[in-house]
């Protein structure tokens, strides 16, 4: 008895995801990693955790955002020159 399966293109293909997993990871990872940079600069990092009482503790973590979110970014342009060179 032979199986006969539906004859439709795939739905989802990678041109349709908007933006790329990597450019969500790392920004999403510099922005978690900004809150407490952010709070420990305001004076509020004991709060969290009493390393964080010290600014400089704050612009550590401002710094390595700000390298996530640009190491992510990489990925984004990259995709979007893509794109381009397909239109």
């Known amino acids: 008895m032979p199986i006969?399966?539906?004859?439709?293109?795939?739905v989802y293909t990678v041109a349709m995801r908007r933006y790329p997993a990597s450019f969500l990871i790392l920004t999403g990872l510099g922005l978690l990693c900004a809150?407490?940079?952010l709070l420990s600069l305001a004076g509020f990092?004991?709060?969290l955790h009493p390393v964080?009482?010290?600014?400089m503790a704050g612009?550590?973590?401002?710094v390595s955002?700000?390298?996530l979110i640009g190491s992510g970014a990489f990925p984004l342009v990259?995709?979007?020159?893509k794109a381009g060179?397909?239109?």
């Open 4 to 10: 006969f399966a539906p004859n439709r293109p795939l």
């Open 35 to 37: 809150v407490p940079g």
């Open 45 to 47: 990092g004991s709060w």
């Open 52 to 55: 964080l009482d010290d600014p």
């Open 59 to 62: 612009l550590a973590f401002i």
């Open 65 to 67: 955002a700000v390298a």
């Open 78 to 81: 990259i995709a979007r020159l």
């Open 85 to 87: 060179e397909d239109a």
